[in-house]
């Protein structure tokens, strides 16, 4: 069957994009930016019922520089958008994003001079989670989507 | 009947306060929450807090808030802007409201700092969002917003979203 059995047993073939993505979605490594209520549910996501664990991610880590998905969860305003945008700017490539509820992904329902309308405005989102907040069975989801996205990446080019 | 006589001791403190100032302040009366009311004129707002922190039996010695109030929509109750000090004596536990109006253009009032250090920051927050203007405040900068925010939300002719609002996406 193919090449393995030139080289006998202990040997398979694959493509150097198959490994690593598949490391890559087994070990995400997500930075938490919980501002409001969206942040408990995310806690919930991590915590035992749920465990965000079976899907890799539960290495919360609080330095940018060792993250690779960066979780927006609660409400992002205008004056807290350049710390938002220098810790997306600090995380290393590839990264991607989770929008967590309607807060991050558009506003929610804080229409006003001090609230930024969705973090889309400022950062790239790869994935985008409804509800206010969100029940943490939709942030798994949405690290499932994330995953199926990572499968996509090739080594040699982001695109 | 313990509260009766602290109601009296109130009452006596606000009335000496009242006799002291003369013109400049109005007949003091307990607000539906109970708490005794003062409203004086801006001008005499340092010597109230001051004659209220120092020389009255009840020493109001702590500043528990310093807000505003913007009557634009009430202008029978008189000018624009309303500050508010709460009083509270940390020996007796009485509380005391101090207030005064101000007018519609370029509110300013002189600054409690030197009564109270606290002041500090309740006066920036003022300032930050009614745009009430305090002489003599040591470093009145905007306390919430950035700094180069234009307006001040908590006017009642703020518009919502603000006086530059953030496109937003088009239905499609």
């Known amino acids: 069957m193919g090449i393995e059995t030139v080289f006998g047993p202990g040997f398979i073939t694959t493509t150097l994009d198959k490994v690593v993505n598949w490391g890559r979605r087994w070990s995400l490594y997500p930075i938490p930016y919980g501002t409001a209520c969206c942040g408990i549910e995310l806690m919930a996501a991590l915590a035992s019922r749920f465990d965000l664990a079976r899907y890799g991610a539960e290495a919360i880590r609080f330095s940018p520089r060792q993250c690779d998905l960066m979780i927006v969860a609660g409400t992002i305003n205008h004056k807290m958008t350049p710390v938002l945008k220098r810790i997306y700017d600090q995380m290393s490539e590839p990264k991607w994003v989770i929008a967590m509820g309607a807060c991050a992904s558009a506003g929610g329902p804080f229409d006003s001079y001090a609230v930024l309308q969705g973090i889309d405005r400022i950062i790239p989102v790869d994935v985008y989670v409804p509800g206010c907040p969100p029940r943490p069975e939709a942030l798994l989801q949405a690290v499932m989507k994330i995953q199926e996205k990572v499968d996509k990446e090739t080594v040699l080019d982001r695109k | ?172």
């Open chain 2, 1 to 172: 009947m313990t509260e009766n006589r602290d109601k009296d001791v109130v009452a006596d403190c606000l009335e000496e306060l009242k006799s002291h100032l003369g013109e400049a302040a109005s007949e003091a009366a307990p607000t539906l929450d109970g708490i005794f009311t003062i409203e004086v004129q801006p001008s005499a707002i340092i010597e109230s807090l001051n004659f209220l922190r120092d020389h009255l039996e009840g020493d109001f010695d702590m500043l528990t808030d310093l807000t505003a109030v913007d009557w634009m929509n009430y202008p029978e109750t008189g000018e624009r802007f309303e500050v508010v000090y709460l009083l509270c004596s940390t020996k007796s536990n009485h509380r005391v409201r101090v207030k005064c109006r101000l007018g519609e253009t370029g509110p300013r009032v002189a600054s409690a700092t030197a009564v109270f250090k606290g002041a500090e920051w309740l006066e920036r927050e003022v300032w930050d969002l009614f745009g009430i203007r305090f002489d003599g405040h040591p470093d009145l900068r905007r306390i919430m917003l950035w700094e180069d925010f234009e307006g001040h939300p908590l006017r009642k002719d703020f518009p919502t979203r603000g006086y530059n609002p953030v496109e937003r996406t088009p239905e499609t």
